[in-house]
């Protein structure tokens, strides 16, 4: 297994906009994967989304690779975000179907558990505290491809990590049915756990 940081179009070798090109994206060998130990891939509800990986090197920044804020301290851990709006990013499905060669970004309003929870139960699916809803607007949501990653927020001028895409209606962006993602804010204690 290896990561890629850096990368915006799947198509170039390096990426330019507006005439700014960026350097070469950068491969990183994986040391170790962390999976959260009571990840079960055969429940439906998906709890427990979530893992760390650890790279064989340091990761340095650059204007293309920038690490994102976690949600550490408690007034953080315990904010509501229900209403907010929050960006998710990826390569996944798009509404032709097709898996997209540019990274594509998606604004969405956080939803409540409460009004999320009962239309996932209509399927079996039970949703607990440690997942998260955004999204139920037509044609505005993440999809396959998109999974494990980010959901995030700006907050007082920094963006951090409120959630991690994990699962969402079998036709994605459809309306009044919201995206499933992992509440990160409810595994802060885990990832300082695993990470060294």
């Known amino acids: 297994h290896r990561v890629r940081l850096g990368e915006w179009d799947l198509s170039a070798a390096n990426d330019c906009r507006n005439e700014f090109c960026s350097n070469a994206p950068i491969d990183l060998d994986v040391e170790e994967i962390v999976v959260h130990r009571n990840y079960d891939p055969k ?3 998906n709890a427990n989304d ?3 990986i650890r790279f064989t090197r340091r990761v340095h920044y650059s204007q293309t690779i920038r ?9 953080l851990r315990s904010r509501d975000h229900v209403g907010q709006p929050s960006w998710a990013a990826g390569w996944g499905k798009t509404e032709t179907a097709a898996s997209s060669e540019k990274k ?5 309003n956080v939803t409540s558990l409460q009004n999320c929870a009962p239309v996932y139960r209509r399927g079996g699916i039970l949703l607990k505290p440690t997942h998260m809803c955004a999204g139920g607007v037509n044609g505005l949501d993440t999809c396959s491809g998109d999974s494990g990653g980010p959901l995030m927020r700006q907050l007082a001028g920094a963006w951090y990590l409120i959630g991690v895409v994990s699962f969402g209606p079998q036709k994605c962006g459809t309306a009044g049915v919201p995206g499933v993602y992992t509440n990160v804010a409810e595994y802060v204690d885990w990832i300082r756990d695993n990470i060294h």
């Open 43 to 45: 429940d439906q509800s």
């Open 50 to 52: 979530i893992a760390l």
């Open 67 to 75: 690490p994102i804020c976690l949600p550490l301290t408690a007034s």
């Open 104 to 108: 594509l970004k998606v604004a969405m």
